[in-house]
């Protein structure tokens, strides 16, 4: 059965359940079903005769009309990641997650609009506004993450969209969702949440106000490191426009992929949980190591960001950084090539630990960052943590070098 059955299971259930309606997943001719949608390659979908193509011709989203408009599987992963958000009407599928947040901002703006963003967005996210929006007479003012309700100020006639990127994927400040989406909603504009690093797990978005969640389902949605993709989920009264705009920009993602993805968010739950543990353990240790200046993590106590992760947020990610104090380019260089469970690599979210230098000073444009001390950006994977933590001892032993 479909779980769009029973809106009243819990999230663990629905990611098992999600998306495997019996249309989809059994053939009354063979006898019986089978557990996961199959795999639904298409481009041309064949008609019975004209007045079928006519009918059909005027398809919905879920009826197959061809190819780009998705198959079964196409759908199946749709209709799991929407059933995990309360509140949303549908969920739209793109290449990645970069190809989601532009579709999802040239839905909503026109020539003349003006878009609130984060300062601490991710910074593709940035060079779409910087580049294609603002060729396109769109203006884009950086708010400062920790705006909250001072978002209000910022507001004009004009603004159409505020994004969110909480925590950002660099920084890992946390913003005041309920503050700024209650400022938004007032003023009525729609916001949107770049919700990659919590998922609707730990952050039903649509619940808490907000109207159109952007995942990168590259990362812990996917959580193997073999696919890309993303996803656009949003109210009813947002949706016809993303609909269209993604018909019409000609997004289309492969039914392969689909499979790999909803394989993936089977076991997300379970994963998840593992990341968080995982990603605390590091946390707390390096927290204690002399050669950490700070440590962002906004599941630890001390973090700016933890009143507002404990109210809002039901559990953490493995995704954190931590500076290194007093140390130079060249030091940190010689700690990140020193260690091997960890990957040097860019992306993160899967079962494997990744590490990345990152340097928000040269990206961000309303805060600035002024920490001098180099930051490095850990991505904690389902290893032992204990093997994880010798691999940083022997990082910070090359850095003493
Ligand atoms: C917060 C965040 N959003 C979006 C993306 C883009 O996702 P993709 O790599 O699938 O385009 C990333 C990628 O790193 C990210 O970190």
Redesign the pocket.
Known sequence: MSNRDDPDLRPATKLVQGGRRPEWTGDPRLGGGVVNPPVWRASTILYDNIADLKVRGHATHDRLYYGRRGTPTVWALADALTDLEPGAEGTLLF???????SAGLLALLSPGDHLLMVDS??E??RLFCNGMLARFGVTTTYYDPLIGAGIADLITPETKLVFL?SP???TFEVQDIPAIVAAARARGVPTML?N??ATPLLFPAMAHGIDVA??????YVGGHSDA???SLTATRAIWPRLRQATYQLGHSVSPDDCALMLRGLRTLDVRLARHAENGLAVARWLAGRAEVGRVLHPALPGDPGHANWSRDFSGTSG?FGFTLKGADEAARTRFIDALSAFGIG???GGYESLVVPSDPATIRTTVAWTDPDPLVRLSVGLEDPADLIADLERGFAAMAE
Do not use: N, Q, R
Not at 95 to 101: E, L, R
Not at 214 to 219: A, E, F, I, R
């Open positions: 290449p990645s997650g970069v190809a989601a947040i967005a991710y593709p996210t990127e950002g994927s660099l770049d990659t690093w952007v995942m990168s389902l590259t990362k890309m993709m993303g995704l860019f992306s993160w």
